[in-house]
C-alpha cells in the first residue's frame, strides 16, 4: 500500500544527550509570605479504593500545570497512557490502546458523557488544570467499586476538597492567583481560588481562563497554504484550527459535623472557540452547567457515600476561520456553513456502603443510575431558499443541505441502572485480595429521523430503512474482578488478577444513520478523516484481562522499577469495515467497489463487532545518583509498549501509540526542582488498513524546566521541544484543518497532525 513518505527518519535508539544543569538557586532566603495556620482538611476526594489504582504524583501535577491548558495532558506521565490530540483543551486519553468512550472517566465522582458527533467536548475539557488536586488511574484491572461500562479502565479526576478553619479558629480565609504564558500559539491563562470558612462551613470559588492561536510545527508540514476563503492563507508550518478560549467556573459549599459531610458544587463552563486540526468541523459554542452533591459519613458498621449529579450541554459546530464557510457559487444556492448544535442532559446517582465485616474484611455493596438525552440536529443551509435559483436557473425547492432539518440523532436515549458488590479481604502482613461482581442493565434508544431533504444523496431511503426499524435495544452487561495483592518482602510487592468488563456502545456508534458521504464525515469521534455510519445491531463489548505488576523498591523508596505486563481478548470489539450500502444509494462512496478498494484517501465506514486483541508491557523507575552541594540528581524513566490486533481481520487496531520512552535527569537543591527530559517515540508503521491510517516517523524531543517554591510562592519555566523538531503525532490523526472540508477527498489525504515546535513557558502561582 503506498504510504506518505514520513516528515523526518530519526528513530528512537541510543540518543547521546550532553546534559548541563544550568538552573541554580538564584533566590535563597526570601520570606515575602508568611505561612497560613494549619487547617483540618475533612471533605477529602472521594472514596475510591486504593486496590490495583496508580496516583499522579503531586509534584507531576504541579510541572505539567505549567505547561499546558489540557487537563488530558496532566497524564502524560502516567503509565499505559497515552494522549491522542483534539482540540487545544480537549485531548482524549488512551489506556492500554482504548480510548475514549472504552474508559470510565470520573470528575468529581461524575461519570460525564461527551455530547458531540466529534466528540469534542470529552469529561476532562470541563476541569481546568488548575482545578485538578488529585488524578487516579485504574488501568486493566479495575474494581467494580470504581468500573462499570467501560473495557479499558478508570480515571478519577478530583478538583480541590473543601476546607475548614482548625477546631477552635473562628475563620479560614485562603485562595490561590495564578497565571502563565506559552510562546508557541500565543498561549496565556489565569486561574484564581478563594475560601472562606469556619469550623463547619467551607464556601470556595474557583475561576480559570484561558486562550490560544494557532500553534507552529517545527517545519513546514505541507505544501499548500489555502483556507477556502478569499484573502486567507496559513503559513506551511501554522497549524490550522488549533486555536481556542475558555473560561471556566465552579463554587463549592460544603457542611461537616463530625464525620458527616454534605457537599454541593455547581461548575459553568463557556467556549467560544474551539477549532480542531483533525475534525472536519470546529467547535462554534459550548455551554455547560453542572450541578453535584454529595453525602458522606461514617457509622458503627463502616462508611457511606452517596452521591446525585446533574449536568446540561449546549454545544453548536460550524466552519472555523481555517475552513472553507461559503458552498456554492451565485447564481444558485450558496451555502453559508453547516450549522450543527447538539444538547444533553446527564442526570445521575451512586450509592455505595463500605460495611466494616471484621477487622480484616471488608464488603462494599452499591448501586448506580443514569439517565442520558441527546437531541443532535443540523439546522439547514441556507435558512430559507427563497430567492435561491436551482442548476436550471428556477426557483428552488431544495438544495443539498436544505430545506429541512437533518436530525443526526433524534431524543437518544441511554439509561443505565447498576449494582455491584466486593469484598476485600487483608488475610496476613503479606497477602490481601479483592473480588467483585457488578451487574448492569443499559437500554439504548432514539426518535424517527430526516435528512436535509427527499431528493438529493438518497436521504429519504436511507432514514426510511431506520425509521421502519424497532431501534430499542436492552443489554445485560457483567464486570467481575479478581485481584490479589502479596508482600515478598519490604523491597517487592506483586499485584495481579482478572478481570471481566463490559461496555455498551455510545448513541453515535448505534445510530449514526446516514450513509451519504457529507453527513458521514461529520460523525466521527476518532480523527482519522474518514466518515462513520452506525449499526443499531451492535453487542456489547466485553473484555477479559490478566494482568500483573512486580514493584521492586528499596525499604525507603528512594528507587524503585515497576514492570506491568497485560494481555486484553476483547469480544465484540466494535472495529469498523468499509460502508457496504444499498442499491437504493445514490453515494458512489458507500455503494460498492470505488469505497471498498480505495487507498490513499478518505473512506466510509461503518461500526461492526470483531474480535481483538491487546497485549504490552509498561515500565517506570526512578534512581538517585547523588547527593552533592549543587543539589540532589536522580534519574527517572518511563517505557509504554501496546500492540493491537483484530483477529478477524488482521488488521491493526486503529491510534495504537507505537514504542515510546520517556528519561529525565531530576536535579533538586532547596526549593529548586528541575528537569532535562529526552522523549523517545517509535515509528508508527503498524497500522489500521480498513481506516488507511497514516504512517508515522519515530522522533526524539528534548525538554527542559524547572520549578521553584517557597512557601506561597511558586515558578514553573521551561522548554519543550528545544530544538524545534518537525514531527507527526502517532494518535493525533489526520490533518484536515483547513481547506474545503466538507467534502470527503476535497482535501489532501496522507498528512498526519504535527506535534508542537519549540516552546517557551512559564509560569507563577501565589497562595494567600
Not at 211 to 228: H, I, L, R, V
Amino acid at each position: 500500500m503506498a504510504r506518505r513518505q514520513p516528515t523526518t527518519s530519526l528513530r528512537p535508539g541510543p540518543v547521546p544527550v550532553t546534559v548541563l544543569m544550568l538552573l541554580a538557586p538564584l533566590i535563597a532566603g526570601a520570606e515575602t509570605a508568611q505561612k497560613l495556620p494549619p487547617v483540618t482538611v475533612t471533605g477529602e476526594a472521594e472514596a475510591l479504593e486504593a486496590f490495583g489504582g496508580s496516583p499522579v504524583r503531586e509534584q507531576d501535577l504541579a510541572a505539567r500545570r505549567a505547561a499546558t491548558s489540557d487537563t488530558a495532558r496532566l497524564l502524560a506521565d502516567a503509565p499505559g497512557v497515552a494522549v491522542n490530540a483534539a482540540g487545544g483543551i480537549s485531548s482524549l486519553l488512551s489506556l492500554h490502546g482504548l480510548a475514549d468512550d472504552r474508559l470510565r472517566i470520573l470528575v468529581d465522582g461524575m461519570s460525564l458523557i461527551s455530547a458531540c458527533p466529534n466528540h469534542m467536548n470529552p469529561p476532562l475539557s470541563y476541569l481546568d488544570p488548575a482545578q485538578v488536586e488529585s488524578i487516579k488511574v485504574w488501568a486493566g484491572l479495575t474494581p467494580v467499586s470504581v468500573g462499570g461500562d467501560a473495557i479499558g479502565g478508570t480515571i478519577a479526576v478530583e478538583s480541590a476538597a473543601p476546607e475548614f478553619a482548625k477546631d477552635g479558629a473562628q475563620r479560614l480565609t485562603k485562595g490561590e492567583i495564578g497565571g502563565g504564558y506559552r510562546s508557541n500559539g500565543d498561549a496565556y491563562r489565569g486561574h484564581v481560588s478563594v475560601t472562606q470558612a469556619s469550623e463547619n462551613i467551607s464556601l470556595r470559588y474557583d475561576g480559570a481562563y484561558a486562550q490560544s492561536d494557532n500553534y507552529e510545527a517545527g517545519g513546514d508540514f505541507k505544501n499548500f497554504t489555502a483556507t477556502g476563503r478569499p484573502g486567507q492563507d496559513l503559513p506551511r508550518d501554522e497549524v490550522g484550527s488549533t486555536a481556542y478560549e475558555v473560561h471556566s467556573h465552579q463554587l463549592g459549599l460544603a457542611f461537616k459535623d463530625g464525620e458527616q459531610l454534605i457537599e454541593a458544587r455547581a461548575g459553568y463552563q463557556d467556549i467560544p472557540e474551539q477549532n480542531y486540526p483533525n475534525q472536519r468541523m470546529d467547535m462554534v459554542d459550548n455551554t455547560e452547567y453542572r450541578f453535584n452533591l454529595r453525602y458522606r459519613n461514617r457509622y458503627q458498621w463502616g462508611r457511606l457515600d452517596a452521591r446525585a449529579y446533574y449536568e446540561d450541554v449546549d454545544h453548536k459546530m460550524d466552519f472555523g476561520d481555517d475552513k472553507q464557510f461559503i458552498y456554492g457559487a451565485a447564481p444558485g444556492i450558496v451555502a453559508p456553513g453547516m450549522p450543527m448544535e447538539t444538547e444533553s442532559q446527564n442526570i445521575g446517582a451512586r450509592l455505595m456502603g463500605s460495611i466494616d465485616l471484621s477487622e480484616a474484611d471488608i464488603l462494599r455493596l452499591g448501586g448506580e443510575y443514569q439517565r442520558y438525552r441527546l437531541d443532535d440536529w443540523w439546522p439547514p443551509s441556507p435558512a430559507d431558499l427563497t430567492g435561491m435559483l436551482n442548476a436550471d436557473g428556477e426557483p428552488a425547492t431544495f438544495g443539498g443541505m436544505a430545506p429541512n432539518i437533518f436530525w443526526n440523532v433524534n431524543d437518544g436515549q441511554r439509561d443505565r441502572m447498576a449494582v455491584f458488590a466486593e469484598w476485600e479481604r487483608t488475610i496476613d502482613a503479606q497477602w490481601s485480595t479483592l473480588l467483585g461482581g457488578r451487574y448492569e442493565r443499559v437500554t439504548t434508544d432514539t426518535g424517527p429521523v430526516q435528512g436535509y431533504n427527499d431528493m438529493s444523496a438518497g436521504y429519504a431511503q436511507s432514514a426510511a430503512v431506520f425509521n421502519a426499524e424497532d431501534r430499542e435495544r436492552n443489554d445485560d452487561n457483567i464486570d467481575l474482578a479478581a485481584l490479589a495483592r502479596y508482600r515478598i518482602d519490604p523491597t517487592m510487592d506483586l499485584e495481579f488478577g482478572y478481570a471481566m468488563k463490559t461496555r455498551s456502545p455510545n448513541l453515535y456508534e448505534r445510530y449514526a444513520w446516514s450513509q451519504n458521504a457529507m453527513a458521514a464525515i461529520m460523525n466521527n469521534f476518532v480523527g482519522d478523516g474518514n466518515g462513520y455510519v452506525g449499526n443499531p445491531d451492535l453487542d456489547p463489548e466485553t473484555a477479559h484481562t490478566v494482568s500483573a505488576s512486580f514493584d521492586w523498591h528499596s525499604a525507603d523508596h528512594a528507587r524503585g522499577l515497576k514492570v506491568t505486563p497485560f494481555y486484553t481478548y476483547v469480544t465484540d470489539y466494535i472495529d469498523a469495515q468499509r460502508c457496504a450500502g444499498s442499491g437504493m444509494m445514490m453515494n458512489a462512496l458507500c455503494a460498492g467497489p470505488a469505497n471498498d478498494m480505495a487507498r490513499d484517501q478518505f473512506v466510509v465506514l461503518e461500526y461492526v463487532n470483531e474480535t481483538a486483541v491487546l497485549y504490552g508491557v509498561d515500565l517506570s523507575g526512578y534512581l538517585p545518583l547523588a547527593d552533592t552541594t549543587l543539589g540532589a540528581f536522580g534519574v527517572k524513566g518511563l517505557v509504554n509498549y501496546t500492540k493491537g490486533e483484530n483477529r478477524d481481520t488482521d488488521d491493526g487496531l486503529y491510534n495504537i501509540m507505537p514504542l515510546n520512552a520517556k528519561v529525565a535527569l531530576t536535579h533538586a537543591q532547596g526549593p529548586w526542582d528541575n528537569a532535562v527530559e529526552v522523549v523517545m517515540v517509535d515509528a508508527k508503521d503498524d497500522l489500521s488498513d480498513v481506516r488507511n491510517e497514516i504512517e508515522t516517523a519515530g522522533y526524539a524531543l528534548l525538554n527542559l524546566r524547572g520549578g521553584y517554591e517557597r512557601q506561597q510562592v511558586r515558578f514553573d519555566f521551561g522548554v519543550e521541544n528545544l530544538f524545534d523538531t518537525l514531527y507527526d503525532l502517532p494518535t493525533g490523526g489526520a490533518y484536515v484543518g483547513q481547506g474545503t472540508t466538507m467534502g470527503i477527498n476535497s482535501i489532501p489525504w496522507g498528512i498526519a497532525v504535527p506535534g508542537l515546535g519549540r516552546t517557551i513557558y512559564a509560569a507563577a502561582t501565589l497562595k494567600f
